[in-house]
């Protein structure tokens, strides 16, 4: 082997290395906590709504907290901004699903939101990569006002996602704590 190709297996293997290091990242860990602590409230949410209840909520703040980690240690990455919009959207779809249960008459309105939800995360990522940016919240305000603002405007983000989330924790918690 010349001395060109064992630097260039050295590099390689060292670079294959570093790779698995994401999935130590404090973000990335966090987000395996939400992945728990998410599937754990679902298999209790009949018999300990309240439980539940807090679960759920400190899932949804984790989830702030993944971000604030990974920019304050500079941790960002593709597999944690990936693996943060899987646990988000399974999170949701999760609760939407139990919502069906106790709100029957409103299974076509929660499926549409499933959907909506899905394919317009999926739709932003998608085109995240195809374009190449580095993140799918990089948005040209000349094409996107709303969206722009979305990602922009933390306020703005924060109200429109804890409003939706404590919607749904809300029909939750009146229906599941009045059958207790």
């Known amino acids: 082997m010349t001395l060109a190709n064992q630097n260039t297996a050295t590099t390689s293997n060292v670079s294959l290395v570093d790779s698995y290091k994401i999935y130590t990242y404090i973000p990335n860990l966090i987000g395996y906590l939400r992945v728990f602590l998410s599937l754990l409230s679902f298999f209790i949410y009949e018999s300990y709504p309240l439980t539940v209840i807090f679960i759920y909520s400190t899932s949804f703040v984790l989830d702030g907290l993944d971000g604030i980690a990974a920019r304050r240690y500079n941790q960002c990455s593709r597999f944690g901004a990936v693996l943060d919009m899987v646990t988000d959207r399974f999170s949701t779809a999760a609760l ?13 309105y929660f499926i549409l939101l499933n959907i909506l939800d899905f394919v317009s995360h999926w739709f932003r990522m998608y085109v995240s990569l195809v374009v190449g940016t580095k993140s799918h919240k990089d948005v040209d305000w000349n094409r996107s006002y709303l969206l722009a603002l979305y990602y922009t405007n ?8 804890v409003g939706n989330e404590m919607f749904y924790v809300m029909l939750y918690a009146c229906i599941s704590i009045m059958k207790h």
């Open 96 to 108: 939407i699903t139990i919502l069906v249960k106790f709100y029957p008459s409103y299974t076509s």
């Open 154 to 161: 933390r306020t703005f983000m924060a109200i429109l996602c």
